[in-house]
Structure formats: structure tokens, C-alpha cells
């Protein structure tokens, strides 16, 4: 079946949800939910960078004879990325969990006491 | 000595990479094992940043080193693609180099002094060592999506010294913020690089510029990169986390923090004059980069103003100098087509700016942090009269002050008075916001020093007393480089400013042929 670009669709609708999230959300936790969405949206759109219909593994050693393989650098790229992905993240809830400690709330109308 | 300069670039990163993790094992001997241990680290990449600058400034051209063993030649023969993962240093990635040194010198061992009688110091060096190694392959790599790699590791580590002590209650609301902003932008920065990728096939920088053809997903692309990068530097209007974590991160990490936001600078540069410089209209983006430039200018001096908070006001004079590399080098960029003699100079200012605001600044953040210790408070309204006890203090807090703010005859002054120069040849009112901003940072800085050094000895502040040689020294360091760069500044303009002003301005094909052959 021909998805033709429907997941172009898709990494697009969720950098825009997460960028609506990350910009209009109160909750910290709630922000970081929309960084995540944005980071799952360009993961999505890198992998399908690299997709061919009906393309196999590039797995050079292993593939048949005159049959197209889907592009290696791109899967190579989200591999990074989801790494460092899951590293910011867990960065960024331990902050909050802090700050919910510090603060007894999540709200960042009440977390304020660095302005101006 | 050849092959310690052919692997210097990668040996910049390797080995503070290795310091970092070694750190904390390191540190279960003793402090003393582990402060020999970084301070080897910091002092040989100091002398490997100084070889490959030498290097590169004598050698005029761009040197190339490949990941994974040489099997290609450089430049490659017609037709062939750059496969491999590159490093690519020309004079202004040596120079950029050469600041990152200086200031992690002067930081560790200013920090030596200022951890020694607190908690959490092997998880801090292994943090600046960390962040030391992002900010060195920012400014070495030849690839996008190394670059992307290389912000992230800049952003972890960034954002954890900023929020590591977490006891402290502000310090996490900085946190999070820092994290969160530092994220996005590098999110922003990997949609461009993917964009570009499925575009061209390529995530070389050299082999990228060479095929672009300035389409609508270019232009997007280079909007995605220049948002992503211009939050990482803290321009306004994206600079909400930069006094945040400037301000709340340990003095010693605040002027390092600069030199994050100054290898994001120079990340930007070389996307928009190397990457994007032919086929984009350079002038509408120079002129984007000058009104960016304004506003953080504007903006960072303002808020400076009404602070009453030492190391928060320091942190907004820290964000306006931003905006003068960025009016320096705009100014450059808005009349890259036509290429006219002041240019150059206004690329030259923006450049040499670099090196004096890390000088600055760091001196600033130093003492700033060596008051803060030695008071106990970083509330203006609390402290006076601290001159009588930091005598040495005060005058290095004085002459980073006035060398920031731009009074000659210290080094801010000759950077900026390039800057003004060529602001003003391609519009007055340029070089008049300059200006202004320039003395109203001397006012906020005379207020900031008649509140905390001058008046009359209060009891509250009688125990302070000049901090520990350990740290007095990284400060004189940095009060010379002041000076020195200050009074001779055409010595250091001739010879390491406009090699690297010129590889950005002109240096776009030898950057292309030293990969891809002419």
C-alpha cells in the first residue's frame, strides 16, 4: 500500500501541536509533554527522509540483487536523536520535580521568582 | 609536533571528554588528584588550541581532519562526495578556539579556589569539562548534524551546571527554563538540517553550501537554523533564559555559559555566510541580524538597569554584548554582495568583540562571584563600603566594567569603536543606539559600583576580605588580557582577527574547495 506523504502530515501536525503546547501550556509537565511532541515530529519526519516504497533494510551484505534499500543515515540520525531526546527529557523532568519540591506547585504563573 | 596538529582538532574534544567522565572516579582519591587531573586537562587544551590557531592562521587555509582513519585525500577529486564525518577548521573556528581556551583556563582554575570548601564539586568539573568539550567540536565540526550533536551535548551540560545544586530553590526554576529553551532551539536546528538532508542528500557543510540553490524549503530551513541558534545566543527576543542562567548558574560557569552562547554565534555565522551565503539574499538577512542585534543591545542594557541583584545585572550587560557581535558581523553580512571597505572593519569589530567580551565578562563574573562568596549576598541594597576589605577585587571588578561599557583605553573600547565605524557608514542611527546603550552600560555599571564597593565600612560587610591567590590570579589573567588587548589592539586585529573575520567574509570558497576541490 502507497502512503504516499501522510507522514509528512503527521511530523508536521505534531511539531505544531507540541509548539501549541510548549506556548500555551501552564503546566510544566505539560510543557515538557509538548517538547516531547515536537522532538516525536521531527524524529518521524527524519525517518521518513529515508523511506522508499517497498524499499528493504539497508543492510548492504543482505540484500538481493537490484532491489532498493531504504536510506541508512536518516535511521542512523533519529537513533541519535531519540538518544539525546530521552536525555533532555529525563533532564527536564527531574527539574520539574525539583521545582515542585521547592515551589509546592507546577504552575509557572506561580514560579516566578526570577523576573525582570 | 605535525601530528599533534594534524589530530589537534579532534584531540580538543577528546580530551576534556575523557577529563569529564574520569572526573568523578578520579575524584574519589582526593580533591588534589582530581583538581591536577582537570587543571592537566584545561592547560593541554589550551596549548592544543594555541598549536592549531598557529596552524591555521599561518597555513591561510582551512585543515581538514576525517573521523575514521584517512582514506579519502583532501580536497577530493572531481565527483567524489565526502562520505565521512569531517572536522574543518579555518581561522575562525582556530580563533572561536582560541576564546573557549581562555576562558576555560581562567574558570578552572578560578574554580579551584571557589569549590574548595563546597558540596558537589566532582559532579560540577565533570559538568565544565563536559560542557568544555561541546563547545570545542561546535566550533570544529564540518557537519550539521555533528553541529546538532554537539549543541545538544553543550545544552545537557549547560543546563545541569546551571541547576546541579538543587537545593537551592531558584536555581531549579532556572533550570527548566534553561533545559527547556536550549531544547526547542535545538529542535528548530534538526528540522533545518533534516530539511536540507532531504533535500540535497548531504549533512556536510561544505558539500551542503555547494548545492543549495536557495529554494522555499532553503529559506525555511535557513528561518528554522537562525531562530534555533539565535535562542542558544540569547538574543532577544529569545533571551528569557539567558539572565536566568547566567545569574543563577556559579560564577565560574557564568562566563563559560558566554562562551556557549558565543559558539552559537558562531554557529549562526557559519550558516549564514558559509552555508546559506550564496544562495540567499544576504542583504535582507544582514539586515534581520542588525534589528535583532538592536533589540538585544537595547533590551540587555535596559534591563540591566533596574536590577538590584549583582550577578543578574552582570548577566544583562552579558546578553547586550550579544547584540554588539551581532550588529558587528550584520553590519558585515547587510553589504556582503557589494563587499565595501568597512565591511570588513564592521566584521572585524563583531569578530574581535568575541574575544574581548569573553575577556570582560569573565572578568566581571569572576569578581562578581568572589564579592558574592565573600559577603554572602548578591542584594546591592545589602552590601557597600566592600572597596575597604577587596581592595584587588574592586579594581578588577572596575576595569571589567569600564573595558565592557566601552571607555577607552581597554579592549572593549577598540572592538567597539570598529563596530560604531562601519555601523555608521551604513546608517547613522546604527551607530547612535550603539552608543547610547554603550553609556547607559557605564551608568549601570558606576551604579552597581558605588552600591557595592564605595561608602563608608558597614558592620554587616566588615569580614570581607580579598579572596585566596588561587583565585585572584585567574582574575589578574584576565585583567592583563584586558589591558594588553587594550593598548596594542592593532597588533591583535592585524594578526588573529582579520585571518578569521576574513574566512567568514571572503572565505566561502576556500572553505567549499578545501573539502570538494576547485
Redesign the interface.
Same mark, same amino acid.
Do not use: C, H, R, W
Given at each position: 500500500m502507497n502512503i504516499g506523504n501522510l507522514p509528512f502530515i503527521a511530523a508536521a501536525l505534531l511539531v505544531a501541536f507540541g509548539l501549541y503546547t510548549f506556548l500555551f501550556k501552564r503546566n510544566l509537565i505539560k510543557l515538557v509533554i509538548g517538547i516531547t511532541l515536537i522532538e516525536m515530529g521531527v524524529n518521524l519526519f527524519l525517518v521518513t527522509l529515508g523511506y522508499r516504497t517497498g524499499g528493504i533494510s539497508p543492510i548492504y551484505t543482505y540484500a538481493p540483487e537490484a532491489q532498493q534499500m531504504v536510506l541508512p543515515t536518516p535511521q542512523a540520525l533519529t537513533l541519535t536523536s531519540i538518544v539525546i531526546g530521552l536525555a533532555t527529557t529525563a533532564l527536564l523532568l527531574s527539574f520539574a520535580v525539583f521545582v515542585h519540591r521547592h515551589y509546592g506547585t507546577l504552575d509557572i504563573r506561580k514560579v516566578k521568582e526570577l523576573k525582570g | 609536533m605535525t601530528a599533534l596538529t594534524t589530530h589537534a582538532p579532534v584531540l580538543l574534544i577528546a580530551i576534556p571528554l575523557l577529563g569529564a567522565f574520569a572526573t568523578p572516579l578520579i575524584g574519589k582519591l582526593g580533591r588534589g588528584a582530581r583538581n591536577t587531573l582537570v587543571g592537566l586537562v584545561v592547560l593541554v587544551v589550551a596549548g592544543l588550541a594555541a598549536l592549531l590557531a598557529v596552524d591555521v592562521f599561518t597555513a591561510g587555509a582551512p585543515t581538514i581532519y576525517e573521523m575514521g582513519g584517512g582514506t579519502f585525500t583532501f580536497p577530493l577529486s572531481g565527483g567524489q562526495v565526502p562520505v565521512r564525518i569531517l572536522f574543518e577548521v579555518d581561522s575562525m573556528s582556530a580563533f572561536m578556539g582560541l576564546i573557549t581556551a581562555l576562558i576555560a583556563l581562567t574558570g578552572a582554575f578560578f574554580s579551584f579556589s571557589y569549590w574548595k570548601d563546597r558540596s558537589g564539586s566532582n559532579l560540577y568539573f565533570s559538568l565544565f569539562l563536559l560542557l568544555t568539550a561541546g563547545i570545542f567540536g561546535m566550533q570544529m565540526t564540518g557537519d550539521m548534524?555533528n553541529f546538532f550533536?554537539f549543541l545538544?551535548i553543550t545544552? @545537557?551540560a549547560a $543546563?545541569?551546571l546551571v541547576?546541579f545544586r538543587?537545593w537551592l530553590?531558584?536555581s /531549579?526554576? $532556572?533550570?527548566?527554563?534553561v533545559? $527547556?529553551m536550549?531544547?526547542?532551539s535545538? &529542535?528548530f536546528v534538526? &528540522?533545518a538540517?533534516?530539511l536540507l538532508? !532531504?533535500q540535497y542528500g548531504h549533512?556536510n557543510i561544505a558539500a551542503l553550501a555547494s548545492r543549495l540553490t536557495g529554494s522555499l524549503t532553503d529559506v525555511i530551513a535557513l528561518g528554522l537554523l537562525l531562530t534555533g541558534l539565535a535562542m542558544k545566543a540569547g538574543a532577544v527576543p529569545m533571551h528569557m533564559w539567558a539572565?536566568?542562567a547566567y !545569574?543563577?548558574a556559579p560564577a565560574p560557569t557564568s562566563a563559560v555559559l558566554v562562551a556557549n552562547s558565543q559558539a552559537s554565534l558562531y554557529g549562526l555565522f557559519r550558516v549564514l555566510f558559509t552555508l546559506f551565503g550564496a544562495s540567499v539574499s544576504t542583504g535582507a538577512v544582514g539586515w534581520i541580524l542588525i534589528v535583532l542585534a538592536l533589540l538585544t543591545i537595547f533590551v540587555g542594557v535596559t534591563?540591566a538597569l @533596574? /536590577?538590584n541583584d549583582l550577578k543578574r545585572l552582570v548577566a544583562y550587560g552579558a546578553v547586550s554584548q550579544i547584540g554588539y557581535m551581532m550588529l558587528g558581523v550584520g553590519v558585515g553580512l547587510a553589504v556582503s554582495a557589494t563587499k565595501p571597505e568597512f565591511g570588513l572593519v564592521a566584521m572585524q569589530g563583531g569578530i574581535f568583540h568575541m574575544l574581548n567580551d569573553a575577556a570582560c565578562v569573565g572578568l566581571l563574573f569572576f569578581a562578581s562571584g568572589a564579592v558574592i562568596r565573600a559577603s554572602g549576598t548578591r542584594d546591592l541594597n545589602a552590601m557597600g563600603g566592600l572597596a575597604h576589605g577587596m581592595k584587588w577585587t574592586s579594581v578588577c571588578f572596575a576595569i571589567g566594567a569600564v573595558a565592557l561599557a566601552g571607555v577607552p583605553p581597554f579592549n572593549g573600547f577598540a572592538s567597539k569603536f570598529l563596530i560604531y565605524e562601519a555601523a555608521f557608514k551604513l546608517s547613522p542611527f546604527l551607530a547612535v543606539i550603539a552608543v547610547l546603550s554603550s553609556i547607559l552600560l557605564l551608568a549601570v555599571f558606576v551604579k552597581a559600583f558605588q552600591a557595592a564597593f564605595l561608602g563608608p565600612r558597614t558592620t554587616a560587610m566588615a569580614h570581607v576580605t580579598d579572596p585566596s591567590p588561587g583565585m585572584m590570579l585567574p582574575m589578574v589573567a584576565l585583567v592583563l588580557v584586558v589591558v594588553v588587548f587594550g593598548l596594542f589592539p592593532g597588533f591583535f586585529v592585524d594578526h588573529i582577527v582579520t585571518p578569521a573575520a576574513k574566512a567568514l567574509w571572503l572565505g566561502r570558497d576556500a572553505y567549499i574547495n578545501a573539502v570538494l576541490g576547485g
Open positions: - | 548534524f550533536v545538544e545544552s @545537557i $543546563a545541569s541547576g538543587v530553590k531558584q /531549579q526554576e $532556572a533550570g527548566f527554563k533545559m $527547556a536550549y531544547t526547542l535545538g &529542535l534538526l &528540522l538540517i533534516g538532508y !532531504g549533512l539572565p536566568d !545569574g543563577e534591563m @533596574i /536590577q
